[in-house]
């Protein structure tokens, strides 16, 4: 049970437009923006770095932006973003096969060299203490360009965000993560639950 209480979206009608990018990228206002909504400015600036991260014009595909995020909140353990992220990679263009296939994705044909790279990178990245090291590093330099790399670590760094706050807040899952959690995340340990 989250330890605040999600607002009626329609609480504070100037974040209609935030709260409208957000129904885009996963289908529902999420529960973790419904209660920092108590502080208005906080979910504008969290929605202005969404909009430039998760830019549609970016050099590194929407879909797979979302993966990143999976993987870099696998890491923290944030088991309310690890489902989220599946949901809006699976609405921006990630097949459900490829989904299916999260845990192989380094022996999966459905993944390649460069993805697989990006994923290990979200992974260190994501870890607490950092493990990002030369080698992976380099890795990702055999594959992305720089633009590319920093739009990835900025993925990584705003489900960071995310992660502390759902996890601070043991923030409620909505229904459709949580099927998407039971259908790919299950088999790997995933309950839904505040990470411990």
């Known amino acids: 049970m989250a330890y605040l209480e999600p607002l009626s979206a329609d609480t504070t009608p100037e974040l209609h437009e935030d709260f ?4 885009s990228i996963l289908g529902f206002v999420p529960n973790s923006l419904l209660t920092m909504q108590r502080v208005p400015a906080m ?17 590194v595909d929407l879909g797979f932006m979302r993966l ?15 489902a989220h992220s599946l949901v ?23 993944y390649s060299e ?18 990002v090291d030369t080698e992976i ?17 900025g993925a990584v760094c705003l489900y960071g965000f995310l992660n502390r706050w759902n996890d601070s807040m043991a923030t409620d899952l909505e229904d459709a993560p949580r099927a998407m959690g039971e259908r790919v995340l299950a088999k790997g340990g995933w309950t839904g639950a505040k990470h411990l």
């Open 20 to 23: 409208a990018l957000f129904e």
């Open 43 to 59: 979910v504008h600036g969290f929605g202005a770095l969404t909009r430039a991260v998760m830019a549609p014009d970016g050099v």
């Open 68 to 82: 990143i995020a999976h993987f870099s909140s696998r890491a923290a353990g944030c088991q309310y973003c690890e």
């Open 88 to 110: 809006a990679a699976k609405i921006h263009g990630v097949s459900q096969e490829k989904l299916d296939a999260i845990w192989d994705y380094q022996v999966s044909s459905l």
């Open 114 to 131: 460069a993805e697989r790279a990006a994923l290990d990178f979200a992974l260190a990245a994501g870890s607490v203490p950092n493990a």
């Open 137 to 153: 590093m380099d890795r990702m330099k055999a594959h992305w360009s720089e633009e590319q790399i920093v739009r990835i670590l």
